[in-house]
């Protein structure tokens, strides 16, 4: 095997799922509304662009989110509500272990936040199995923006087709494929395992 080239991973969507419908029944019963306008507020507002971003810390963010929801409880609470929202994808995180058995160099590559990464650095083991990790918050950078993925190439020494980037969001793959990368558009762990059969061959 040609241990010169990676796999990149998104995070959300590809090795783990997320439903913010599951933080909007918990944080609408301490607050001013309703589950359905929390969901949509809490998917969409551009406060969430701002905290995953690095515009706004943790304690910015939950000061701007009581005071635009009404929100009774403690920054505590609202860590464990806003965060507690992922489940596992077991076929993709089976596939990911299976590469590292193979020796291969694995990374995290994600749009998201501290209270985020906490919490499933907390509550998923295979977080831990990777060689680095590049988060949007920290790069103060969202995919598709380049300066994300100028950052992923300097911590990985890695450059063009000796990356391989998984993401189920086309915008994100198409940032990667411009700069050379091969890329993967994550539908189904079906397609993405024979994807990568075909790139590791």
Known sequence: MNLSKIVVF???KVLVDFDYSIAARKVAARSARAVEQLRSF???SPLLVQYETGRLTRKEFF???CRATGFQGTLAEFGDFFADIFTAIPPMIELHAKLRRRGLPTYIFSNTNDLAVEHIRRNFPFFRNFDGYIFSYEVKAMKPDAKIYEA???LTGRR???ILYLDDRPENVAGGAARGWRTILHETPEKTRMALEQFLS
């Open 160 to 162: 063009g087709a000796e």
């Open 63 to 65: 000061a701007a989110i």
């Open 10 to 12: 998104d995070l959300g």
């Open 42 to 44: 809490l998917e969409s």
């Open 152 to 154: 992923l190439e300097k």
